[in-house]
């Protein structure tokens, strides 16, 4: 089992910057891959970023290439999400997620094993 916690999302102008955090407790962090989806009102789930358990390999999706970056801390059980030039079309519910299968990242929300309860981002414009 894995719990997951995500924080802080807000409110914040186009061109602004938020940083998310997951907190991770239940099974050692250092053998799972995590990732970022968002969810906007009427729409699927989406893939933003992923990072593999170890060796630090991330990617995105092409949208916030540049703008968001993926880390984690494996002394702390925490992945961030530094988001920055904040647009309103990243408006969304954001969830992370671990893969608890193997440690490879992986862009599928069902390949995802545990999720977050999410947090919301909104930009305006």
């Known amino acids: 089992q894995v719990q997951l916690v995500e924080s802080g999302g807000g409110s914040v102008q186009a061109g602004g910057s938020l940083k998310l955090t997951c907190a991770a407790s239940?099974?050692?962090?250092?053998?799972?891959?995590m990732g970022w989806f968002r969810q906007a009102p009427g729409k699927e789930r989406e893939f933003v970023a992923a990072?593999?358990?170890?060796?630090?390999?991330?990617y995105y999706v092409d949208s916030v290439k540049g703008r968001f970056t993926i880390s984690r801390d494996h002394a702390k059980n925490t992945v961030y999400l530094q988001m920055n030039s904040l647009k309103p079309e990243d408006t969304a519910a954001y969830y992370c997620?671990?893969?608890?299968?193997?440690?490879?990242?992986?862009?599928?929300?069902?390949?995802?094993?545990?999720w977050g309860q999410g947090t919301q981002v909104t930009v305006s414009s």
């Open positions: 239940g099974r050692a962090f250092s053998t799972y891959a």
């Open positions: 990072i593999s358990a170890v060796g630090g390999r991330s």
């Open positions: 997620a671990a893969r608890i299968r193997d440690p490879y990242l992986n862009t599928a929300s069902r390949e995802y094993d545990y």
